[in-house]
T-cell receptor
């Protein structure tokens, strides 16, 4: 049984701070790792993808992958109230493969 | 790029009727499309995977005769909820993938069965 684990939160951070979201996965053959953002009542939006060990930066977002530890994280710098959402970690095993989703971490950015 | 649309965005139907939901990839060819269901405050649940021109693969516990999926072209997949009941009320979301790793989600369809 493939599993993706996330802390459900809520994770509360003040505006301007760094939010750190974490995810672990069980399937060692996983090849692709994604972070989706989902606002309440909306569908998920892809914000980051990462495929190799290390860091990948895109604007205020940095994804980190450690395959040996089966761990992937998302850092959000200079957090804004508009970042308040549920962040879903998803893991896949190949091209166009189905993804296994975590249950999501709810992030609250406070003023 | 990578835009996926769904229609309708919301629908209300009476118990026992059928509802069709369309999912379209607007600016890319989707070799694979996925259908998910999400109940309030729960995570996404994959219902089925469909590849263009072939039968859909359903997840365990999902009734293939109740949730009919057709993926007739590289840009269109449809989900038909047959003989809908109130317990089928949910948020149905499709995603599409080209020959790559990423999946892009449609905006979702909120179904209410009365």
């Amino acid at each position: 049984q493939k599993e993706v684990e996330q802390n459900s939160g809520p994770l509360s951070v003040p505006e301007g701070a760094i939010a750190s979201l974490n995810c672990t996965y069980s399937d060692r053959v996983s090849q692709s790792f994604f972070w989706y953002r989902q606002y309440s009542g909306k569908s998920p939006e892809l914000i980051m993808s990462i495929y190799s060990n290390g860091d990948k930066e895109d604007g205020r977002f940095t994804a980190q992958l450690n395959k040996a530890s089966q761990y992937v994280s998302l850092l959000i710098r200079d957090s804004q109230p508009s970042d308040s959402a549920t962040y879903l970690c998803a893991v896949g095993t190949g091209t166009a493969s189905k993804l296994t989703f975590g249950t999501g971490t709810r992030l609250q950015v406070t003023l | 790029g990578a835009v996926v649309s769904q229609h309708p965005s919301w629908v209300i139907c009476k118990s026992g009727t059928s509802v069709k939901i369309e999912c379209r990839s607007l600016d890319f060819q989707a070799t694979t499309m996925f259908w998910y269901r999400q109940f309030p405050k729960q995570s996404l649940m994959l219902m089925a995977t469909s590849n263009e021109g072939s039968k859909a693969t359903y997840e365990q516990g999902v009734e293939k005769d109740k949730f009919l999926i057709n993926h007739a072209s590289l840009t269109l997949s449809t989900l038909t909820v047959t003989s809908a009941h109130p317990e089928d009320s949910s948020f149905y979301i499709c995603s599409a993938s080209a020959s790559s790793y990423e999946q892009y989600f449609g905006p979702g369809t909120r179904l209410t069965v009365t």
